[in-house]
């Protein structure tokens, strides 16, 4: 099997056309439903168990939920034209301190759903030119334009949903 390579060591290319922006948001629109289909039928245990300390299935969904205050600074900071975007907590104290492996999954799904409910309501009211909007992504140091970031957010759901069903084979060895 392919190792996923770790999200810090991801690079960017930031040349997504404008025109595919709705296509991005079908991705982001959607994950709330693939996190679902994915855990459909485990037990909570399961789910919640953290193998050699990493993280759960759980924690890596919940986590998911964990960044939508980010990400809803990050929109508005791009339609407000900041310069730089508010760096996200690269030590995810957030979901350590949220003991999601411990939470029914139903409640972190219907808070998954919420959330991406209320950002993709914003997104789907944008112009062309609030897409095209540009800030600097203060990790990256590289300016980035609203499509961009959300394709990053698109790539960090799909990272995670992929770390969640590695979580899952872990706890069913």
Do not use: Y
């Given at each position: 099997?392919?190792?996923?390579?770790?999200?810090?060591?991801?690079?960017?290319?930031?040349?997504l056309p404008v025109?595919?922006?709705?296509?991005?948001?079908?991705?982001?629109?959607?994950?709330?439903?693939?996190?679902?289909?994915?855990?459909?039928?485990?037990?909570?245990?399961?789910?919640?168990?953290?193998?050699?300390?990493?993280?759960?299935?759980?924690?890596?969904?919940?986590?998911?939920?964990?960044?939508?205050?980010?990400?809803?600074?990050?929109?508005?900071?791009?339609?407000?034209?900041?310069?730089?975007?508010?760096?996200?907590?690269?030590?995810?104290?957030?979901?350590?301190?949220?003991?999601?492996?411990?939470?029914?999954?139903?409640?972190?799904?219907?808070?998954?759903?919420?959330?991406?409910?209320?950002?993709?309501?914003?997104?789907?009211?944008?112009?062309?030119?609030?897409?095209?909007?540009?800030?600097?992504?203060?990790?990256?140091?590289?300016?980035?334009?609203?499509?961009?970031?959300?394709?990053?957010?698109?790539?960090?759901?799909?990272?995670?949903?992929?770390?969640?069903?590695?979580?899952?084979?872990?706890?069913?060895?």
């Open positions: 099997m392919i190792r996923l390579i770790d999200w810090t060591a991801r690079t960017w290319t930031f040349d025109g595919a922006f709705p296509a991005v948001v079908e991705r982001v629109r959607g994950t709330p439903a693939r996190a679902a289909a994915l855990v459909d039928g485990v037990p909570e245990h399961a789910l919640g168990a953290r193998v050699d300390g990493a993280w759960s299935a759980k924690d890596h969904i919940g986590h998911l939920d964990d960044l939508h205050d980010l990400d809803d600074r990050r929109l508005t900071e791009f339609l407000d034209g900041a310069r730089t975007l508010t760096a996200a907590d690269m030590t995810n104290r957030r979901t350590h301190d949220a003991n999601h492996a411990d939470m029914p999954i139903a409640v972190i799904l219907a808070r998954l759903v919420a959330h991406r409910a209320e950002l993709v309501a914003r997104l789907d009211a944008l112009t062309e030119a609030d897409v095209a909007a540009t800030a600097m992504h203060p990790r990256l140091q590289r300016p980035m334009r609203l499509v961009d970031w959300l394709q990053f957010v698109a790539e960090h759901d799909d990272h995670h949903l992929v770390r969640a069903r590695e979580a899952l084979r872990a706890a069913r060895l």
